[in-house]
Each structure stands twice: as C-alpha cells, then as structure tokens.
C-alpha cells in the first residue's frame, strides 16, 4: 500500500512557452533563434537546470551546448546536451504533455473540473479521454515533489506550520494522509495506512529531507496540531527546536465533549465562555501565558460551581493535558492559533478524493496522485466570488509564477530538467 513512483530515467524535460504554434514552427527553422529564445526564457525563469552532479556548467546551458532535432509522433522537438556532463535535456513546447497524446487544452478542462470536485468519470466525459487517462495525468505532474516546486515560486520554507493527518479509505482499510500547510499552500501530503508516530515521522520525515536539501540550514520555529499524540511525537522527533502548539479552535470545539450527560443549552454556554476566556488571552500584549494559566484555573473552579464536581475535575485534567500546547501558541505571536487554513485544504481534498474513490486501490500511485492534487491546490486560481479571486495559494503567500496561465505554471515548474 502507498506504493512510492516507480524511479524512472531523469526525466530533464523543459517545457518552454512558444506563445504559439506558429512562432515554434518558425523558430524550428532558425537552430540560432530557437537556442536564443530558450534560453532567454530559461534566463528569465531563474531556475537551475538539472546537470549532472560532475558538471561544471553550474546551472545552465550555453550555445556551445549540442543540439539535435527529432521528430516525435509527427512533432520536432529539440534536444540539447550538455557538452561538459553529456546530460540531454528535451525542450518541450508548451502545447505539448510530456508522454501523453493529450492536448494541454483538453488537460486543462479535466483538471479544473478533477480540481472543483467532479468524478473522474465525468471530468472525462467533458474532454472524451478515458478516466484513467485522467488519473494519470494527475500523477505524472505528482511525480515532481512539492517543496522543489514552491522554491521555484520564490517561497521560503515554512518557519511556522499546520500539521494534521485527513483520514481516508483505500477501499474497506482506513488510510491516512499526513499534511503539512503554510497559510494557502500545502507543503507536503502524503499517504500512511498507519496512524502510529513512527509512520507520521516517516512521512512527515519525506518533507523535512526535501526541506534540508533546499536549504541545509532550515529550522522549523513552531508547528501547530491538534494534539493527537502521534502527530505531537512526530513534529518532536523531526523538529526538536520547534515550538509545538495545540490549535485553539480545535480546543474550543472539544471541550463540550467533556461535560458527558450535561444539556446541550449549557454546553453551548461553557462553550462560549472558553471562547471568551481564549479570545482575551489572544488579545494581551503581555503576559499572556500567565493570564491563561490563572484564567483556566478559575475558569475550572466556575465549571465546578456551575455543573458540577465531576465536570470540573474533568476539565482540569484536560487543561493539565493540553495547557502546554496552548502557552506555546501564546508565547510566540507569530505561532498560528488555529489550523482553519489546514482543514480548509483538507476539506478540498476530500471531495476529489471523494469523486476518485473508484481509483484507490492498494497497488495504486497514492504518492504521485496526491502530489499532483496538492499542486493543483496550489497553482489552480480561485474563483470569481473568493476573497482572492484570480490568485492561487502560491500568489497569495506572495510566490511569483512563470506566466500568467495556471496550466503553463503547472506544466513548466513540473518540468524535470530543473534542479
Ligand atoms: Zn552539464
């Protein structure tokens, strides 16, 4: 189960925007124009190419490079190969995917509509392609891990994070996807059909790798949970320095549960005292764990007074239990308090995975195929009435995207040949 992508040759593909077919067809019969377009956008996206480890080039190509022209089922497309490292990048136009006879045109429609929730079998109804060819394509953009793509957005990695599993099914058995989210980005979703700590930590682990290869120095300030143990021992394991907080929404709803047999009217009103009581500690400028200590032993003491002995001696346990991890968002104003941004991700997920449900089958990619919704969550802009309409999660982190078009930025900051 959770089988990983199959490890595939390099794939040092460069999608390349011609802005047209006619302009790529021109530009085909002039070797010194065509080199001279690509690498000014090669220039102008900033990204590192994909040399061999050897290679001295550092990064880029040069017009010394060697280049070659095929033909691919009925196309010419280019090759260039690195005359230091022998490594062979395949330019690819931007109206063409990688491996696959879909038109990008026909691509975009499924993926939007697999992006708003549609079933896979109705999402290829709209472009006439086979839902497994939709499903495939999903994947073969999951195959390029998240982290590299977001660098290449100029995002730094989270100092602050969001971390919480969804649960899922893989047919009868229960899965889980571990998710790390920075405000509108997911930074790692991944697949475990264990909730133990240590299958958290190896997945959670996948994300911390990719991180520290990016940046060898990278530290996590804070992450915030909503204090299942196993994902508490996990973020601890992974990243020892790091603040750990409790989500207070997650406390607010929880703590109703807590006055077993207590009528509903009354819980509501414990309920939205708490809030009160966590509001205001929010508020202070100082001393706010000090405030929250006094505030929930006298707010114990009330529930006592109130409903009962038992409820309040419940409630104080349950404080003693969690407390720390609500100090830990109060001691550092720039810890998220509550993971809404997370479980906003989580909810979109849900219903594609919710309209997949047929293609969840043990020996399926689980890997590639949540990476590739994770960028489309990513990349795919939001709608007309949302409060960010027109941007994506990455625009609105304040990422900076190759072009104008999701559909290009998806296909280009996927392109295998960048390092
Ligand atoms: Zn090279």
Known sequence: MGQAAKPTRHNRTLTIDFHDETTYAEL????????????????????????????????????HSHYARLRLGGLTIWRVQCTTCKAVFTVLPHFVLRYRQ?????????????????????????????????????????????????????LPLPRYLLADEKHSHCRTDKVYLPTIVSGRVIWHLGYSASKSAVAFTASYGAFQRAALEHEPSYRVRGALTDGFDSTT???????????????????????????????????????SQFHTLLYRCRQRTSLRVVALGQRLRRFADHITATVGAEH???????????????????????????????????????????????FHHPAGSQAAFLTGL????????????????????VEVEGGRLPTHDWMLNLQVLTSGGFR
Not at 146 to 153: A, F, H, Q, S, Y
């Open 374 to 393: 994770a960028h489309l969550y990513n990349l795919i802009p939001y709608q007309r009435r949302a409060l960010s309409a027109g941007r994506c999660g």
């Open 28 to 63: 085909l019969g002039n070797t010194t124009a065509f080199v001279e377009f690509v690498l000014a956008f090669l220039l102008a996206l900033g990204f590192q190419l994909l040399h061999k480890a050897s290679c001295s080039e550092g990064g880029s190509l040069t017009r």
């Open 102 to 154: 879909m038109r990008p045109e026909v691509a975009r429609d499924a993926l939007l509509a697999t992006h708003g929730g549609l079933s896979l079998e109705l999402c290829a109804v709209i472009g006439h392609i086979s839902p497994m060819a939709v499903y495939r394509l999903v994947c073969s953009f999951g195959h390029q891990s998240l982290v590299p793509v977001l660098t290449r957005c100029g």
């Open 233 to 271: 021992k996990s973020m601890r394991t992974l990243f020892p320095g790091a603040r750990l907080g409790y989500c207070l929404r997650h406390a607010l709803n929880k703590l109703p549960d807590k006055l077993i047999g207590v009528s509903a009217s009354v819980r509501q009103s414990v309920r």
């Open 312 to 358: 309040g001696e419940r409630v104080r346990n349950w404080f003693k239990e969690k407390k720390a991890g609500w100090y830990a968002v109060l001691e550092d104003p720039q810890m998220p308090s509550s993971s809404t941004l997370l479980d906003q991700a989580h909810n979109a997920i849900d219903r594609k995975l919710f309209a997949m449900k047929g």
